[in-house]
């Protein structure tokens, strides 16, 4: 094992700091001795040095999953300036990068791999990893493994057994939000013992919050206002809707500041353009989405405001602390509207899926027989339900033990040799130049590239799938071919006798119910908060299982900023216009509209599979209701 003092010279030689910040030496002593730990710091609390600085004193590979690719970007910059071996793997990368890294991971070259978790579970990287000593798995985001968090992703739930099938030496979990109850179920996932849960204080002194409740058509002048007045420095204004993300950034700079949007639904090159041009200003103002912000490192923001009211708590905690990491003060202002409300829980209802579409689907998947395999995007389209609500309802299937999953694979490989077939099969042995030439007889050619059928080789030749896939793995790690593979799909194994459907539809119905009613709550402590009387500081800290001795003293509340009532929203009514509408709607007879719920949908801005794939998101009626209740909607169109 690596001594303490070898660690403290690796922390002064390559990060440059004399001193661990608080609880990191902790978390970093845990994992040197073998045991797996949970950190909970805040935004800016130097989560990502406990798991670089032991990856660079113990044997092996560290991976680190991440679904922040501007995290990865910024840590494998840093690392390689100081000559540190890091890669990573996401969906930024081309396939020609992509092949280099994979290089590098089976030569042994990597000390740190970065990968997205879905990327961890695929067919062929799970092959390349298997038998590779992994010294160290640390887990970004480790909440989002909770089903009951406020950023639940199906695919974290596989990660806890990953690091069994990979015999992983220790598990680091980190995150900045997790409440008590979350932090005990990371803790469970991946058996981390009670005294290796490392929790650091919340509390940043520097940063003044206030809350500010006003009706949506003041607060674009109220925040005018403040970012007039505001001290000099970088802002980011937080916004629900990438519409209004751009409709607001014209507005400000209409009126003379230097204001730009940014949201998932610009192009690549846009985003990257506009993130560094803020990364190197100090005093531009992004208009954003919970798009931005995200793995960013930049030290001198000088306020965040929420223009519309965050999802939860934790993530307003989450925005907020991008704030102020220099230390010095730093403003934090939510303007709290009821009307946002409406667009909140529309989302949230939005997503739930109607029971005849559960049942639809369970009636398709339990009939596949006792092993099979599909695809979410296949069943996503034929059911109308997001591929993430998919992913999720097949999760689910598993927590109840119905379906057991066997892994990952893809559906079609594709080839393109690089050397001619007898000068490849010459290198090997005349058994293993026997297997590769009858697989070689299996491909079909197409324009540019042989296909693979590889159910049907491995039927044909006699052999396990894994040893095909790993022949051809080899050969492109040899320059012998390029691989292309697409049509991801999930197997699974019936764990049971089929159910009684109508009772698991019930189950499945009521897991999502819950859900919604979760994620409802978790909007209305927003509005609590914003309400609330007393320090703001202590509120949230409150949420998180943390108790501050006394009041901060430079929120609004402390500071005399008397709490005021929410105004009401303003409501709107569906009268005559609003009827003409959904009359002309259906007598355009658009498919993807059939049912009174995809026209609710439809009308308050939600897309689904169905939708998209009608182009209908681009329809000049798309969300037109969107400031109207989803229940009202559905009932006005059925």
């Not at 610009?266 to 798009?291: N, Y």
């Not at 559960?358 to 069943?379: C, H, Q």
């Not at 044909?460 to 799909?489: M, T, W």
């Not at 409501?571 to 498919?591: I, Q, T, W, Y």
Request: proline share 5%.
């Amino acid at each position: 094992m690596a001594s303490m003092d070898e660690v403290r010279r690796r922390l002064r030689e390559v990060f440059g700091f004399d001193e661990f910040l608080e609880g990191q030496e902790r978390v970093v002593d845990a994992l040197l001795e073998g045991r797996s730990a949970l950190a909970v710091f805040p935004t800016g609390g130097g989560k990502s040095l406990c798991y670089q600085l032991p990856a660079l004193v113990l044997d092996g590979l560290t991976v680190v999953v991440s679904p922040l690719i501007a995290l990865m970007k910024d840590q494998i910059d840093f690392l390689t300036r100081h000559d540190v071996p890091a890669a990573r793997l996401d969906s930024s990368l081309d396939a020609a990068e992509a092949r280099r890294v994979l290089a590098d991971l089976r030569a042994g070259r990597l000390k740190l791999l970065y990968v997205a978790p879905e990327r961890l579970a695929g067919e062929r990287f799970l092959q390349t990893l298997d038998g590779r000593p992994i010294a160290l798995l640390a887990v970004d985001e480790a909440h989002c493994i909770s089903e009951w968090g406020h950023n639940f992703r199906p695919e974290y739930l596989k990660l806890a057994g990953l690091a069994g099938r990979l015999r992983v030496g220790r598990v680091l979990a980190l995150t900045a939000t997790a409440t008590p109850e979350v932090a005990r179920d990371v803790a469970r996932a991946f058996r981390i013992d009670a005294s290796d849960v490392v929790r650091t204080g919340s509390h940043r002194p520097n940063l003044a919050l206030h809350a500010t409740p006003c009706q949506a058509e003041t607060r674009r002048e109220r925040l005018l206002a403040r970012l007039r007045d505001r001290p000099p420095g970088p802002a980011i204004v937080y916004v629900t809707l990438q519409k209004t993300a751009e409709e607001l950034a014209e507005f400000l700079g209409r009126h003379g500041l230097d204001a730009s949007a940014y949201h998932a639904g610009l192009d690549d090159e846009r985003r990257h353009a506009i993130q560094d041009a803020f990364m190197a200003s100090g005093r531009a103002i992004i208009v954003a989405t919970i798009a931005f912000g995200m793995g960013i490192d930049k030290a001198d923001i000088r306020a965040v405001y929420h223009y519309n009211l965050p999802k939860s708590l934790e993530n307003l905690a989450q925005e907020i602390g991008r704030a102020g990491r220099d230390g010095r003060p730093a403003h934090c202002e939510l303007f709290a509207a009821a009307e946002d409300v409406v667009t909140l829980e529309n989302f949230t209802y939005g997503d739930t899926p109607a029971p005849e579409a559960i049942a639809g689907l369970l009636d398709e998947v339990l009939g596949l027989g006792p092993v099979f395999d599909v695809s979410t995007y296949v069943l996503s389209q034929a059911h109308d339900i997001r591929p993430l609500v998919v992913q999720t309802l097949l999760t689910y299937l598993e927590l109840e033990g119905v379906l057991e999953a066997t892994g990952p694979f893809y559906a079609e490989y594709k080839l393109q040799p690089l050397r001619p077939s007898q000068e490849i099969l010459a290198r090997f042995d005349a058994h293993r130049a026997d297997f590769l030439r009858r697989l070689f007889k299996r491909l079909s050619k197409g324009r540019t590239w042989l296909a693979l059928d590889v159910p049907a080789a491995v039927r044909d030749l006699g052999e396990p799938r894994e040893r095909i896939i790993a022949a051809l793995n080899y050969l492109e790690e040899q320059g012998d071919i390029v691989l292309q593979v697409s049509g991801l799909r999930q197997g699974y194994r019936r764990a049971q006798a089929v159910p009684d459907v109508g009772r698991l539809c019930e189950t499945m119905s009521g897991r999502f119910l819950e859900r919604e009613r979760r994620d409802i709550d978790r909007v209305r402590r927003v509005l609590e908060y914003a309400e609330a009387e007393g320090c703001l500081t202590r509120r949230l800290l409150a949420h998180f299982g943390e108790d501050l001795p006394a009041d901060c003293g430079h929120c609004g509340r402390c500071l005399g900023q008397a709490r005021e009532p929410l105004p009401p929203p303003q409501s709107r009514e569906l009268g005559p216009s609003e009827a003409a509408l959904r009359d002309g709607l259906r007598a355009e007879r658009h498919a993807a509209l059939a049912s009174p719920r995809q026209m609710a949908r439809f009308l308050c801005g939600l897309s689904s599979p169905t939708t998209s794939r009608a182009k209908l998101t681009k329809h000049p009626d798309f969300g037109v209701l969107a400031d109207v209740p989803f229940a009202r909607v559905l009932a006005f169109v059925s």
